[in-house]
């Protein structure tokens, strides 16, 4: 398997504070549940898409007002052929 990088940015007519706040309302955007927090740097939080996928998550870096960085520790994902092709990306 290769390393891949992707990147994706998305402009949005909010302030900073006000995207970074809504991003770490996980379930108002995803539609999932969510256990755990996702308020500051150090933080774990589970998010679980029903059956047996799972993605847990630790916040990286949080720069408040500027820059979120999640880690993927582990997942499941039984849609992809490599079910774990995430675990320790962010």
Do not use: H
Not at 24 to 29: A, L
Not at 62 to 86: G, H, R
């Amino acid at each position: 398997m290769t390393n891949q990088n992707f990147n994706r940015s998305i402009t949005a007519n909010v302030s900073a504070s006000e995207a970074i706040n809504k991003i770490s309302r996980i379930t108002g955007w995803w539609g999932v549940t969510c256990t755990g927090k996702a308020e500051k740097s150090g933080d774990k939080f589970v998010i679980k898409m029903g059956g047996d996928s799972f993605f847990n998550m630790t916040i990286e870096e949080l720069i408040p007002n500027k820059k979120a960085v999640w880690l993927v520790t582990d997942c499941y994902m039984p849609w992809y052929q490599d079910k774990k092709e995430w675990k320790t990306t962010n």
